[in-house]
């Protein structure tokens, strides 16, 4: 097991922290809002997944510093971002910032999504393969594809009690799997990028 630097430690440990926080908060609370639940409820949303994820992914990475985990790393990543993305430069605009930073929001919308991506901004990796990124935006595709095998099976439902949450297939069907398939594309470029910005730092630490 490779030693873990100083900073590296205490980022990943406040991933698990504020992940702790988050669902506490969403478990034990009742989220007003657009695109909010009551308890257990919330973890029907792909930001509050995608943030467990990161906390576990954080934690597994505290017990044991391998290279095998930066697939996972690389994806946990990729899912806080582009929950951070949406949020402030989608819905926030749209429904208002307040709603989507408060309690658990807080730190699942805004605080550990930073954390995460300051992490593995600043820490110095080997190089990483380009099968990575494929690998990172699977979680993502994995979400979609539960999301609308659940509408198939049990039906879209009426608001507030409907299966598409999201509102995806307002448009049909068509345009929800399109927009599933933007979102999986995104994550795939997000992946891309991180891995830019890690390889070139390996890079530049190896010229140093």
Same mark, same amino acid.
């Given at each position: 097991?490779?030693?873990?630097?100083?900073?590296?430690?205490?980022?990943?440990?406040?991933?698990?922290?504020?992940?702790?926080?988050?669902?506490?908060?969403?478990?034990?609370?009742?989220?007003?809002?657009?695109?909010?639940?009551?308890?257990?409820? #919330?973890?029907?949303?792909?930001?509050?997944?995608?943030?467990?994820?990161?906390?576990?992914?954080?934690?597994?990475?505290?017990?044991?510093?391998?290279?095998?985990?930066?697939?996972?790393?690389?994806?946990?990543?990729?899912?806080?971002?582009?929950?951070?993305?949406?949020?402030?430069?989608?819905?926030?605009?749209?429904?208002?910032?307040?709603?989507?930073?408060?309690?658990?929001?807080?730190?699942?919308?805004?605080?550990?999504?930073?954390?995460?991506?300051?992490?593995?901004?600043?820490?110095?990796?080997? *190089?990483?393969?380009?099968?990575?990124?494929?690998?990172?935006?699977?979680?993502?595709?994995?979400?979609?594809?539960?999301?609308?095998?659940?509408?198939?099976?049990?039906?879209?439902?009426?608001?507030?009690?409907? #299966?598409?949450?999201?509102?995806?297939?307002?448009?049909?069907?068509?345009?929800?799997?399109?927009?599933?398939?933007?979102?999986?594309?995104?994550?795939?470029?997000?992946?891309?990028?991180?891995?830019?910005?890690?390889?070139?730092?390996?890079?530049? *630490? *190896?010229?140093?």
């Amino acid at each position: 097991m490779r030693h873990m630097p100083r900073t590296e430690k205490i980022l990943n440990i406040i991933m698990v922290i504020f992940a702790l926080i988050g669902i506490v908060l969403m478990v034990t609370g009742k989220e007003d809002g657009t695109l909010q639940s009551t308890g257990i409820e #919330n973890f029907k949303y792909y930001t509050v997944l995608s943030n467990v994820f990161c906390g576990i992914v954080a934690g597994l990475y505290l017990i044991r510093r391998s290279d095998k985990l930066i697939p996972l790393k690389l994806g946990a990543v990729c899912g806080v971002t582009i929950t951070f993305c949406v949020v402030a430069f989608m819905f926030g605009p749209i429904y208002g910032f307040l709603q989507f930073y408060q309690r658990g929001n807080l730190f699942f919308h805004l605080l550990l999504p930073v954390v995460a991506m300051v992490e593995f901004i600043i820490v110095r990796r080997g *190089k990483i393969p380009f099968r990575y990124t494929i690998l990172a935006a699977i979680p993502t595709l994995i979400y979609g594809f539960c999301y609308m095998t659940n509408i198939l099976i049990n039906g879209k439902g009426e608001w507030p009690d409907t #299966n598409d949450f999201y509102g995806f297939l307002n448009w049909g069907w068509p345009v929800g799997i399109g927009i599933f398939a933007v979102i999986t594309l995104s994550a795939f470029g997000v992946a891309c990028a991180f891995r830019a910005i890690s390889n070139k730092r390996s890079l530049n *630490k *190896k010229e140093a």
